[in-house]
T-cell receptor, first 111, second 115 residues
Framework: GEDVEQSLFLSVREGDSSVINCTYTDSSSTYLYWYKQEPGAGLQLLTYIFSNMDMKQDQRLTVLLNKKDKHLSLRIADTQTGDSAIYFC???????????FGSGTRLSIRP | EAGVTQFPSHSVIEKGQTVTLRCDPISGHDNLYWYRRVMGKEIKFLLHFVKESKQDESGMPNNRFLAERTGGTYSTLKVQPAELEDSGVYFC?????????????FGPGTRLTVL
C-alpha cells in the first residue's frame, strides 16, 4: 500500500538540531525524498536517498534510513529561522512516476 | 531559466462555478504532473502527461476534473462544477524524463477556495 506518515508539528530552539521523522509502508520504494515548502513558495527538493543507502549527509542536512523499520529521518543541524517551513517526506518506486507524499511537518523556530 | 509557473496564485469561487488552473512547465520538459493538497493533508498525485498524452490519470478524483495539455506545452486543469471539498492547493510539476534520476520541479501552487 501507499502511505507516508509524519508528525504535523515540530518546534525547536534556534541553534539546536531539528529531527523530522517519517514512516512509509511501501517496501519497494526506491527513492525517498525530503521536500521543503516555505510560505508562498513551491516545493523545493531538499535531498533524497536511494533505498539501498543508510545515510546521506549534505552540509547541515543528514538523512537516515532504517529499511527494516521503514523509517526515514531528516536532521537539520544548527537550525536557523530560515529553516521555518513545512517539510514533506515522500517516496517513489521504480514502477511509477508519481511521488507519494506525507502530510508535511511544520517546523517552527523559537528564539 | 524560468521554473514551473502556475496561474492564478489564488482563486476564490462559489460552489457550482467553474475554475481553470494553468501550469507552464520548464521549457523542454515533456513530463507534466498535477498534484493537490487538500485541507492540510498529504499532497496527492492527480495525473501525469507525457507531451500531450495522459500517461497516468489514476489520481483524478472524479469526472468534474478535466486536464488538458494541447500541443504538449502548458496544461490546464478545469474543475466544473466546483464543490467545497475541492478547496486546497494545486501543484504542478515538470520533469525532463521519467527515470528515477529525473527530478520533478514544482511550481508555487494555486490556492483554490470554494465557498
Amino acid at each position: 500500500g501507499e502511505d507516508v506518515e509524519q508528525s504535523l508539528f515540530l518546534s525547536v530552539r534556534e541553534g539546536d538540531s531539528s529531527v523530522i521523522n517519517c514512516t512509509y509502508t511501501d517496501s519497494s520504494s526506491t527513492y525517498l525524498y525530503w521536500y521543503k515548502q516555505e510560505p508562498g513558495a513551491g516545493l523545493q527538493l531538499l535531498t533524497y536517498i536511494f533505498s539501498n543507502m543508510d545515510m546521506k549527509q549534505d552540509q547541515r542536512l543528514t538523512v537516515l534510513l532504517n529499511k527494516k523499520d521503514k523509517h526515514l529521518s531528516l536532521r537539520i543541524a544548527d537550525t536557523q529561522t530560515g529553516d521555518s517551513a513545512i517539510y514533506f517526506c515522500a517516496e517513489r518506486y521504480s514502477s511509477a512516476s508519481k511521488i507519494i507524499f506525507g502530510s508535511g511537518t511544520r517546523l517552527s523556530i523559537r528564539p | 531559466e524560468a521554473g514551473v509557473t502556475q496561474f492564478p496564485s489564488h482563486s476564490v469561487i462559489e460552489k457550482g462555478q467553474t475554475v481553470t488552473l494553468r501550469c507552464d512547465p520548464i521549457s523542454g520538459h515533456d513530463n507534466l504532473y498535477w498534484y493537490r493538497r487538500v485541507m492540510g493533508k498529504e499532497i496527492k498525485f492527480l495525473l501525469h502527461f507525457v507531451k500531450e498524452s495522459k500517461q497516468d490519470e489514476s489520481g483524478m478524483p472524479n469526472n468534474r476534473f478535466l486536464a488538458e495539455r494541447t500541443g504538449g506545452t502548458y496544461s490546464t486543469l478545469k474543475v466544473q462544477p466546483a464543490e467545497l471539498e475541492d478547496s486546497g492547493v494545486y501543484f504542478c510539476a515538470s520533469s525532463q524524463g521519467t527515470s528515477l534520476a529525473d527530478t520533478q520541479y514544482f511550481g508555487p501552487g494555486t490556492r483554490l477556495t470554494v465557498l
